[in-house]
């Protein structure tokens, strides 16, 4: 890849219009929220003095903008250079500037003043990343001084947002023993049913959702590990399968120099976390791109099959992915060269049919080893209504998904157009059609998917798609594809306008969340420990059965004593059948709550709220409510509440039931 670089000039301008834009954006916002903060400019010398700092600085930035069309623009230019000279002499210094703008935008925002005060103005906290990125360049320049200043700028912002992502998710590594967020007790509850006899003392049912993820979260029950232990090993091999498509994907590119690579792969690592891709949904894209081969046909065939296996017991929209990522490698590495259509075509189209069948087949294996016997409910998404207004911006996702599938992926889209542009002759027109057209079905496919009740809040969804993509662009910006005319490909040249672009979006997905530390309380969470321990107890000295809607670790974990699993009714679970709007298993929770089967209940508190589409994730609210929690109040009342780790424990109603 050969980039066109900024003049020195032309650097330094955008980056004096780009620090007044984002200051005075940032201003804007200010004087936007402070009402909203409580907050009156007219009375606090605090806030005032900030405005006018920030007025200050955006008011030099716009003058030394307007200098470098002037006589001293020399001096203009010098003196902002100046620190890379001034830091030189004590190179220790530099190094030291460099950790703090490496660590100065996550550690600012793991205050939890920072995090109430400007957590919710974006704005704001782009400035702050944009200054520490500045001062960042600059320790870069004086620990490598031959860096050119549009690539040290371009690392700084690339370690930021790494460090950033990387930290945003080990905070959540703690002994903390409720769960934290909606669906983090699922996620250590499911594993737990592929070692059900060692787990429970019996067998139970497989999961339904998601089977290769909980695979994969399984191995920490195989020893009893402890709570923390499981957090670390869901954070930690996110991070590792997620990160192993990048040097799967390196081995087929050839990029010179040791930085570029750096750089590059950091850019990929946030490209792949920007939707994010699931991390289980990597392992087929790791074992196509490191055992496909052009060559062996034998490698690859067993690439696309045990990748289609792992598929078909992954989710239902990756059924072809497998055949699809080879047959685009094929398309990518063998010309056409005046063969048959057919015959040319044939390999790829054996590798998507067989994939895919591969994958139906595999799924109907595992739905007759699970110890389900209706296998209809492994498809229930597929009844799910479709929210179309969330392809616009929305209260779920402020983008909307077709906006942020765009901004995320435009650049990436022009960037291919100018390769394909400047180099028509390498490309057979039959290749190019049919991978675009694999793109588009995936861009498409991932759109209908998003829409789906239950998703939409982020691009999560579009991973299929993003990591074709990755793969594509990465073929034709680093010349890794086959010319018709034989040969080595040449890669064209980039303005340096459209390498920032791509960087954009996948550096800010991120930045946009806050770092938070969980402080537990030990005695207390202890004692709402021991106080469930003896409403669960109670009720089991009186025959009675114990579900656990929510909080089901604290059984798989046995953090609770004599405990009996009932494995129906997991939220994630009722979750699913209530958005497919499942006649037939709501109608057995709805019985199953009318003769109150269960003595005790152990769910979040239910609050029975019906919400408009102007608040986030309304339509699942509201299913969840109408669906499920009215059966549930209807039949049962609170008991107690411990709002601080939102557990409620429920017990049957007593004489004339009353219902919200």
């Not at 967020?181 to 959702?209: A, D, N």
């Amino acid at each position: 890849m050969n980039i066109i670089w900024p003049s020195r000039v032309t650097f330094w301008r955008t980056l004096f219009a780009c620090t007044a834009a984002l200051i005075f954006l940032s201003i804007s916002q200010i004087l936007g929220s402070a009402p909203k903060l409580g907050v009156d400019l007219s009375a606090s010398a605090s806030w005032q003095s900030l405005i006018v700092i920030l007025s200050l600085l955006g008011l030099a930035s716009i003058l030394l903008l307007v200098l470098t069309w002037s006589p001293y623009r020399e001096r203009i230019l010098s003196l902002v250079e100046s620190p890379e000279r001034a830091l030189a002499k004590v190179s220790w210094l530099g190094i030291l500037v460099l950790i703090v703008a490496l660590t100065g935008f996550s550690l600012l925002y793991m205050i939890p003043f920072v995090q109430s005060l400007f957590g919710g103005m974006g704005w704001v906290r782009f400035l702050i990343f944009w200054s520490f990125s500045l001062v960042g360049m600059w320790g870069i320049k004086v620990v490598r001084r031959e860096t050119l200043w549009l690539v040290a700028l371009i690392a700084i912002v690339l370690c930021q947002s790494t460090l950033h992502l990387l930290l945003v998710y080990w905070p959540r590594v703690t002994d903390y023993p409720f769960a934290m967020g909606w669906s983090e007790t699922s996620r250590f509850y499911f594993p737990s049913l592929f070692l059900s006899e060692k787990v429970y003392g019996q067998e139970y049912p497989w999961p339904i959702l998601h089977p290769t993820l909980h695979l994969l979260l399984a191995p920490p029950y195989l020893f009893e590990a402890p709570l923390w232990f499981h957090r670390f090993w869901q954070v930690a091999i996110r991070y590792v399968l997620v990160g192993a498509v990048v040097p799967a994907l390196m081995t087929r590119l050839s990029i010179q120099g040791r930085v570029t690579r750096w750089l590059v792969g950091l850019w990929m690592f946030l490209f792949l976390f920007m939707g994010p891709v699931y991390f289980h949904l990597t392992i087929p894209v790791i074992l196509l791109l490191l055992g496909f081969s052009r060559e062996n046909d034998r490698r690859t065939w067993i690439a696309v099959i045990l990748a289609s296996i792992w598929c078909g017991w992954s989710r239902l929209n990756w059924y072809p992915m497998p055949g699809m990522i080879a047959a685009v490698l094929y398309l990518m590495e063998v010309p056409y060269r005046g063969k048959n259509l057919w015959s040319y075509l044939l390999k790829p189209a054996l590798w998507f049919t067989a994939g895919t069948l591969t994958a139906y087949v595999a799924q109907r294996v595992y739905i007759s080893l699970s110890g389900i016997p209706d296998s209809e409910i492994f498809y229930t998404s597929l009844a799910s209504a479709l929210l179309w207004y969330r392809l616009l911006p929305n209260a779920s996702y402020f983008l909307g998904i077709l906006p942020g599938a765009l901004l995320a992926s435009l650049p990436v889209w022009i960037v291919m157009y100018i390769s394909i542009h400047w180099r028509k002759r390498d490309w057979h027109p039959t290749r190019l059609v049919l991978i675009f057209a694999a793109l588009l079905v995936l861009f498409l496919g991932g759109l209908v998917v998003s829409l789906k009740i239950g998703g939409g809040a982020n691009l999560h969804n579009m991973d299929a798609y993003f990591s074709l993509l990755l793969i594509v662009f990465s073929y034709f910006v680093f010349a890794r594809y086959q010319p018709e005319a034989g040969g080595a490909p040449q890669p064209v040249s980039l303005h340096w306008l459209l390498v920032v672009a791509l960087i954009v979006m996948p550096a800010w997905s991120y930045l946009q969340f806050n770092i938070g530390f969980r402080t537990g309380d030990t005695p207390r969470t202890q004692q709402v420990l021991t106080r469930l321990q003896e409403y669960v107890s109670e009720a089991g000295a009186q025959g009675g059965e114990v579900l656990f809607i929510t909080q089901r670790h604290l059984v798989s974990m046995h953090m609770l004593e004599n405990m009996t699993l009932i494995p129906e009714y997991e939220r994630e679970d009722l979750m699913e059948i209530a958005m497919a709007n499942d006649i037939r298993h709501i109608q057995t929770f709805r019985e199953d709550m009318q003769q109150q089967r269960f003595a005790l209940i152990v769910v979040d508190p239910l609050n029975y709220n019906i919400l408009s589409k102007q608040r986030s994730f309304a339509e699942e609210n509201n299913v969840w409510v109408t669906r499920i929690m009215k059966h549930i109040l209807c039949n049962y009342r609170e008991e107690v509440v411990f709002p601080a780790d939102e557990i409620a424990l429920y017990v049957p109603q007593e004489g004339e039931r009353q219902c919200p």
